[in-house]
């Protein structure tokens, strides 16, 4: 049965990545007996330019009814003005609010060939394979009372709520327990229980989920501030991180750079079962770099075989892909974001190119 596959570009630099990860698709199609339809619409500023809203129920619907959604980036400085609930960003919280996409899997992940590319020494990141569970329905992000009040003596204050409630622990908890399971087995935990009392819950239901269910996972609680540091000095001794939304997106983009660039990251955003999940780089929508063919597009492309891997059940493509992408990198094939002496400099074009020469390569090999 043909699966449907939502595709939401969005902006900067999202439509030149995404074109990449078709291609991928579209190659698969034709040549691995994937089965997966296109449908292409609006995100961000281009729908908000487009409809006058930065995700319209049109969008929703089409997403809805598709197996899964790969999305670019949302954002830029020509929106900067726009009110804040129709902006580019407002857009992806609306679609994630709505789908109910409750678990960010963000890995990440040192390829051998980028060891170089870190900030950090070597010796650091060799080998790291990490797993960000954030939370990214709750929080913060989306708490009430939220807004700007005019305190009519000159003075405004600017108010968020933290929030959140046991369910919504507990249903991050067991994404990340289980995951941890089918990894080395380990959750660290993270949240501010020394000041905050939502954190405090955090950790108390954690720990009652984990006695009551995965006594055979070894949990540990961190300080969210101290797990920020712990990344630089030793990131290897994490497996599984779950967090909130908030800290979820700073220990999230922190990891990132251990990898080299933040163009190498990709996201998975999963609900309940059987919904749809949302696929993207972690990284941004760069404005600075869109239309010069700098832009690396292998987090979108990795994006794509976590779609594949969470769902549409083909986690067997999602093998060829990831070592198709190594493959390249071994190659010294690199965008500049990961350039190093030695290797190649290619556009983002040329990077997609290099993908499916390797897919083609592999699939030769197999015949
Ligand atoms: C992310 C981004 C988003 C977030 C923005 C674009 C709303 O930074 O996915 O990490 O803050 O969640
Ligand atoms: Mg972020």
Redesign the pocket.
């Known amino acids: 049965m043909t699966q449907k596959l939502a595709v939401l570009p969005g902006d900067g630099i999202g439509p030149e990545i995404v074109a990449e990860a078709v291609k991928v698709v579209e190659w698969l199609n034709e040549n691995a007996g994937l089965d997966v339809s296109l449908e292409h619409d609006l995100i961000g500023g281009q729908a908000y330019d487009e409809y006058g809203v930065p995700f319209a129920d049109e969008t929703l619907g089409k997403c809805k009814t598709a197996d899964a959604i790969l999305m670019g980036s ?2 830029g400085p020509q929106w900067d003005s726009v009110d804040y609930d129709k902006r580019p ?1 407002a857009g ?2 609306r679609a994630r609010k709505e789908l109910e996409l409750f678990a960010n899997l963000r890995p990440a992940l040192v390829f051998d060939a980028l060891v170089d590319a870190s900030s950090l020494k070597p010796e650091i990141v060799k080998g790291l394979d990490i797993l960000i569970v954030r939370e990214l329905t709750g929080g913060v ?1 989306f708490g009430e009372p939220r807004g700007i009040e005019d305190l009519g003596n000159g003075q405004r204050r600017g108010v968020n709520t933290q929030v959140y409630d046991t369910y919504e622990i507990e249903r991050i908890g067991h994404v990340a327990f289980e995951l941890a399971r089918k990894r080395s087995n380990r959750v660290t935990s993270c949240e501010k229980h020394n000041v905050m009392e939502s954190g405090k819950l955090w950790k108390e239901d954690m720990s009652a989920l984990h006695a009551a269910e995965y006594s055979d996972v070894k949990l540990e609680h961190m300080l969210a501030d101290n797990c920020a540091m712990q990344l630089c000095r030793n990131p290897r001794q994490f497996d599984v991180i779950v967090t909130d ?1 908030l800290f979820g ?1 700073l220990l ?2 922190e990891a990132s750079m251990l990898t080299g660039s933040l163009g190498m990251l990709p ?1 998975a955003s999963l609900g309940i079962l059987g919904a749809p999940g949302l696929y ?1 780089p ?1 990284h ?1 929508s760069a404005p600075d770099i869109a239309g010069t063919g700098k832009a690396n597009p292998l987090a979108t492309i990795l994006s794509l075989s976590m779609a594949l891997r969470y769902s549409l059940d083909r986690g067997d493509m999602a093998e060829i892909i990831e070592t198709s992408v190594q493959n390249v990198l071994n190659d010294g094939i690199r965008t500049a974001d990961i350039m190093a002496e030695g290797s190649k400099e290619v556009s983002t074009e040329e990077m997609g190119a290099a993908v499916i020469a390797e897919l083609s390569k592999a699939k030769a090999l197999a015949a």
Do not use: K, R
């Open positions: 949302v954002g960003e992806l919280l992000y939304n997106d999230s983009d996201s993207e972690v941004g």
